[in-house]
């Protein structure tokens, strides 16, 4: 009796401890933040193109389904770089992560732009002028660490956990731009009925596209199976047909 329970006991341990391997499939610890078309949370649930993405790559991989975390990027992204078994999207691939993380990918596009009020005497801004601004960003996101890439200085950035707080910033004259992908401002403002007449873009920063980012301890095989799975979707139509969906092309 006494070795039963001690034998349950391991059981249920390692089916709650996360890198555990179950059936040959390891169980990850999936992250992403509120960024619409491609992740967000609605009614408690993760959702958007990435996370359908993932979801059909579990199915075909003969994953169960898996608990998908949507928390502010800073928290996310400094997990994604501490924490063992863990799964970041989705995740812009910079040269500066490049060696960070395992890559799967990649989905589809971004474009990194500046933002300032319609009513601003901004009309075009040069990477050298813009030492001179007050600059609304997410905290290690793309758009923040290509501007850095590009010689500004971080003590001109006043920096936000997320869309949300960029936007409040450039409402309340705390800011003269924000730096976010234009995909996302579109759509987060759409989804909450916000005017997005109200901004206008200044400058484009750069592009580029959104990964699956492995934490360096997953296996390479786990990884090459979720890659060649997307591949997979990708020239069976799948991606294509779940991008249609959020009225992205592909």
């Not at 007050?134 to 290509?146: M, P, V």
Request: include cysteine; charge should be positive; aromatic fraction near 8%.
């Amino acid at each position: 009796m006494k070795r039963t329970g001690i034998l349950c006991a391991v059981i249920c341990f390692s089916l709650m401890s996360p890198g555990i391997v179950l059936a040959g499939k390891p169980l990850l610890s999936y992250l992403t933040e509120d960024a619409p078309p491609c992740n967000f949370l609605e009614n408690g649930e993760a959702k958007g193109v990435g996370v359908d993405i993932l979801k059909t790559i579990w199915k075909k991989l003969g994953y169960s389904p898996q608990k998908i975390q949507v928390l502010p990027w800073p928290k996310a992204y400094q997990a994604a770089l501490t924490q063992p078994n863990t799964v970041l999207f989705g995740t812009a691939r910079l040269e500066s992560r490049e060696h960070l993380f395992k890559w799967v990918g990649p989905v589809f596009l971004k474009r990194f732009v500046l933002f300032a009020p319609k009513q601003s005497p901004l009309r075009a801004v040069d990477f050298e002028d813009m030492n001179s601004l007050r600059i609304g960003t997410t905290k290690d996101d793309a758009a923040e660490q290509e501007l850095v890439r590009q010689g500004v200085r971080l003590d001109r950035m006043v920096r936000v956990q997320g869309l949300k707080e960029q936007l409040e910033l450039l409402e309340n004259d705390k800011v003269d731009v924000i730096a976010r992908d234009e995909m996302t401002v579109q759509v987060y403002m759409d989804k909450r009925g916000l005017k997005k007449e109200a901004i206008k873009k200044v400058k484009s920063i750069s592009g580029a596209s959104l990964w699956y980012a492995f934490s360096k301890d997953v296996p390479d095989k786990v990884v090459k199976d979720f890659q060649n799975s997307l591949n997979d979707l990708k020239k069976d139509g799948t991606v294509a047909r779940l991008m249609k969906n959020y009225g992205i092309e592909f």
